[in-house]
């Protein structure tokens, strides 16, 4: 797979590890992104439509979606404890926030890549739950500003693939929440996951944003061969995570959109 983008190849940039200095995204530029015209319904009314905030105990829930949770994987299966305890774990002591779908995969994750280190797995689930609690918590305010940034993002830059989903009648509401609320278990292939969540974790809502327009990168030839809103959304929401799709492509890609994401976000602070 070769990922190529107007001004930048994404093969053969190398991992590096470690948290790079970021832009710090104000509340002063989500506020200015928020007030601008968006097709479709609201940020936070479509994203409560695309998922379920456990009500009360969140055992049932919990137990439900662990049932579905990277369903094809084996290797899953054993760990079903270990995230169970993490996740109920994390729904008592913040009642605020509690258990919501996608929160399963990103607990799966932490769990296979600490497989005998559960505490690790724990720590790390808090701190992906810590830094992205708004796009779980009551009104979604990240997922809101995260939406608003991407699609300026993937205008600006992916305009073909842009325009045809849009003359699709596919809008990012109908596939963002998907992805980044579970962190991308619900898109890429499970290795590939587990390389992206370093990245994710390193660089906070910058690489969330990198990693999914690195996402779509490479699969634009796939989603511009599509036709209609059905087809191109299966691709995104469901065939994308049976579909080679290398992590470290993913990573190399995404840190190459690094700096138009930050180039993006100081423009956001900006306009505020």
């Known amino acids: 797979q070769v990922c190529i983008f107007a001004s930048f190849s994404c093969v053969g940039t190398p991992f590096r590890h470690g948290r790079p200095g970021g832009v710090r995204v104000s509340l002063e530029a989500a506020d200015a992104l928020g007030r601008a015209p968006t097709p479709g319904p609201a940020p936070a009314a479509a994203a409560a439509m695309a998922m ?18 990277f369903a094809d994987m084996p290797m899953v299966a054993p760990r079903k404890p270990q995230i169970s305890r993490i996740l109920q ?88 929440p998907n992805g980044w609320l579970s962190l991308f278990g619900k898109w890429l292939p499970l290795p590939a996951v587990m390389e992206t969540v370093d990245l994710v974790l390193d660089c906070g809502i910058r690489g969330v944003l990198a990693a999914t327009l690195a996402f779509f990168q490479i699969q634009q030839s796939r989603l511009l061969a599509a036709q209609g809103m059905e ?14 799709i290398d992590g470290e492509l993913v990573v190399n890609c995404a840190r190459r959109w690094l700096p138009h994401v930050d180039e993006a976000l100081q423009a ?4 505020g």
């Not at 105990?57 to 662990?66: H, S």
């Not at 691709?235 to 080679?244: C, F, G, W, Y």
């Not at 956001?268 to 306009?271: F, H, L, P, Y």
């Open 89 to 176: 774990q994390y729904a008592n002591q913040n009642p605020e926030v509690g258990y919501t779908q996608g929160m399963n995969y990103v607990a799966a994750t932490m769990c296979l890549k600490f497989p005998d280190r559960e505490a690790e797995a724990s720590r790390l689930f808090a701190e992906a739950m810590l830094q992205f609690s708004g796009l779980w918590s009551d009104g979604f305010p990240l997922l809101s500003f995260g939406v608003q940034l991407f699609s300026a993002l993937a205008e600006r830059h992916l305009p073909s693939l842009w325009t045809h989903l849009l003359r699709s009648g596919v809008e990012p509401l109908s596939y963002l």
């Open 268 to 271: 956001s602070s900006g306009a």
């Open 52 to 69: 379920e905030r456990a009500r009360g105990d969140p055992a049932e829930a919990i137990r439900n979606d662990l049932e579905r949770t």
């Open 231 to 244: 087809e191109l959304l299966e691709l995104i929401n469901q065939d994308s995570r049976t579909a080679p």
